[in-house]
């Protein structure tokens, strides 16, 4: 874990490449992801919500039509919301201590917007049923 942390990014390639990458997936022990989360803040989440808009608005110009209806399959959005809009595309992530909503919507008028929306707490979960409303009503927002 230090060995990572003070890492540059060729010695992190080299160290999943040699060290992880063979990993039997079977002898991980996923009960450390159960109750508080683990090391949020120093070795993963480290998109910003200005990152996941970004990503958002790349597969808008660029992606095809194929890509765009596998977001627009989970909306993450209650369907009232969803069909308030032409298109809703969904991205999520969450475990203990993170939850992370992207969304990319077009509007009945044809604009298109992409919210992303992040809470973490290296402390303790975080209550993704609440983070998941405030979403929604900020997409349904978007006219």
């Known amino acids: 874990y230090s060995l990572w942390l003070q890492a540059d990014e060729a010695t992190r390639r080299q ?3 040699n060290s992880y990458a063979a990993t039997d997936i079977d ?4 009960s450390v992801f159960a109750g508080n989360p683990v090391r ?4 993963e989440w480290f998109a910003s919500p200005a990152d996941f808009v970004r990503a958002m608005d790349w597969l808008r110009r660029n992606a ?3 890509a765009k209806g596998i977001l627009a ?3 993450g959005l209650p369907q009232q919301v969803r069909a308030s809009h032409a298109y809703a595309g969904f991205k999520g992530g969450s475990e203990q201590g993170v939850a992370q909503l992207s969304y990319l919507i077009r509007t009945r008028g044809g604009t298109w917007h992409a919210v992303s929306i ?3 707490n290296p402390a303790a979960p975080v209550d993704n049923s609440r983070l998941a409303g405030l979403a929604a009503r900020a997409v349904a927002l978007l006219r």
């Open 73 to 75: 399959m989970n909306g």
């Open 118 to 120: 992040s809470w973490s």
């Open 40 to 43: 949020i803040d120093t070795i």
């Open 15 to 17: 160290i999943l490449a």
């Open 27 to 30: 002898g991980i022990d996923l």
């Open 64 to 66: 095809d039509e194929t």
